[in-house]
């Protein structure tokens, strides 16, 4: 029987409870596979802080450089916000990233059929559906740049830099330009390189790679106009690739088009098949431990999991099947419709799981 050995952060929040419907997920997908997943339980984020002091324990990294990849909850809470900014659970989670190499972020932001009156943009807009893939650059630019404080005549001041080298651009270019070609073959790249000295060092090279993709239909776009094409009109987009800090904004603005983001899964990955898998969401402290939470973004990370650094994209098709059905049936209360079953988190796990 085929062995998968991961890393598992449940976190903070609603972390621990979503993480659970997913592993029941992944142990019902590997029954029918023919695989056994091997789970290695570690610390990160606010529970880390609790238990050891620091957000991102050495041994935490550790465990994860030594399995087949990582999969992870959600971390944070405002019991951590009184920590100085370098010891806050975000900060375990931009360590862990760039510890580990994780470059490469994946962003789908699709529309479930089932869902679709949840999106807040209008029927003729959407049509049917929209699948985007956001390609983020994760371990490099603004939160990774030169930072400091000071002060210069009583005045205080505080700086963060935009750097990126070629090497850096063009391998997330490479990933992004791969994505494209598996796909529709669109890549937009996103940058504002009618102000910034990085963002046309960026578009340079990005431009420069794409003599090795023909197939590939490039354009370019700043980010502001990219902020509206989203809304505007989100069809027109196939990949973006993207800055860290534009990423993360984007990512968060495509994630609301498709009406909930307790739906959107992603993927973080190194060179070579190592990834770490989290939905999109955050660790939604206020309703932690009700039994309310969505698990479907973390569930359909796992077969993002599946897909990307397992070699198991049967499994990984059929819970993303298995999670189109059940939104036929069920519903959690953040996606709750009239003429649905409401379910806890632990139903929705259920449903999915019976499903496969
Ligand atoms: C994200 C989050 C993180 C980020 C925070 C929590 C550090 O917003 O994954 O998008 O900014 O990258
Ligand atoms: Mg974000």
Not at 28 to 46: S, T, W
Not at 56 to 79: M, N, S, W, Y
Not at 322 to 342: Q, S
Request: net charge negative; with cysteine.
């Amino acid at each position: 029987m085929r062995e998968h050995k991961i890393v598992v952060l449940k976190g903070d929040g609603i972390g621990p409870e979503i993480v659970d419907e997913a592993l029941k997920v992944l142990d019902a997908a590997g029954e029918k596979f023919g695989f056994k997943m091997v789970c290695d339980e570690r610390l990160m984020g606010g529970a880390a802080i609790d238990a050891t002091g620091v957000p991102l324990p050495q041994e935490t990294v550790d465990a994860c450089k030594a399995a087949d990849c990582v999969f992870l909850g959600a971390v944070g809470g405002p019991k951590w916000d009184s920590q100085p900014g370098s010891n806050r659970p975000e900060a375990g989670l931009l360590g862990i990233r760039s510890a580990l190499g994780l470059y490469a972020n994946l962003r789908p932001a699709t529309i479930f059929k089932p869902l679709k009156s949840a999106s807040p943009i209008k029927d003729e807009i959407i049509g049917d559906s929209m699948d985007i893939l956001i390609v983020r650059e994760l371990t490099g630019g603004i939160y990774f740049g030169k930072r400091g404080t000071g002060e210069e005549n009583g005045v205080a001041f505080a700086y963060d830099t935009e750097q990126y080298s070629v090497p850096e651009i063009r391998r997330i270019a490479k990933t992004a330009f791969e994505m494209a070609m598996k796909r529709n073959k669109k890549l937009t790249s996103v940058d504002k390189a009618n102000v910034l000295d990085s963002s046309r060092l960026w578009r340079k090279t990005v431009i420069e790679m794409s003599a090795d993709y023909p197939e590939v239909e490039l354009n370019h776009m700043y980010v502001d106009n990219c902020a509206m094409q989203l809304v505007r009109n989100p069809k027109q987009f196939d990949v973006i690739v993207t800055s860290n800090m534009f990423g993360d904004i984007l990512s968060d603005e495509a994630s609301m088009i498709s009406g909930s983001i307790g739906m959107l899964a992603s993927a973080s990955l190194a060179e070579g098949k190592f990834g770490l898998y989290e939905p999109i969401h955050g660790s939604a402290p206020d309703i932690a431990g009700q039994g309310i939470a969505n698990p479907l973004a973390t569930i359909l990370s796992a077969a993002m999991m599946l897909r990307y650094s397992l070699d198991e994209p049967q499994a990984a098709s059929a819970i993303e099947s298995a999670v189109n059905a059940a939104l036929e049936t069920v519903r959690t209360p953040d996606i709750y419709e009239e003429g649905f079953r409401k379910v806890s988190t632990s139903e929705m796990g259920d449903a999915v799981a019976s499903l496969l």
